[in-house]
């Protein structure tokens, strides 16, 4: 049996960090948890099976979720990304290529079988 792809969750927010946990779940895959970009980077730097990152925008530390996807892309470029926030409606023109957003509250079928998708 192969092991469940591997999906970093990173949410500064407790239970928005479990409950986008249960949606990865959900997709049929394992969710690791960073509670900011700084501790997403020292992660991504440290691991090689990683293969989606769902990233909220508004979070303490060094950058927000849009310059955590855009480092992602420059350094780590097959990984996928989905970006989320229920602050402010970011613009496919502010993510790196390839990147999804969704709003909160977000369609968490929509999320899952966006999921699904990105593990294909």
Not at 83 to 108: I, M, Q, T, W
Request: no cysteine; aromatic share 4%; charged share 25%.
């Amino acid at each position: 049996m192969t092991k469940p792809m591997i999906v970093l969750v990173v949410e500064d927010e407790p239970m928005l960090l479990l409950m986008a946990g249960t949606l990865v779940e959900d997709a049929g895959l394992q969710p690791l948890f960073a509670k900011n970009a700084d501790e997403a980077v020292a992660i991504l730097e440290n691991r090689t099976d990683i293969r989606i990152v769902f990233t909220d925008v508004d979070m303490p530390g060094s950058m927000d979720g849009i310059k955590l996807a855009s480092a992602i892309r420059h350094r780590w470029p097959p990984i996928s990304i989905i970006v989320v926030s229920g602050h402010k409606n970011v613009s496919l023109a502010e993510l790196p290529e390839g990147a999804r957003f969704f709003g909160k509250p977000y369609d968490e079928q929509r999320v899952i079988e966006t999921l699904v998708a990105m593990a294909a």
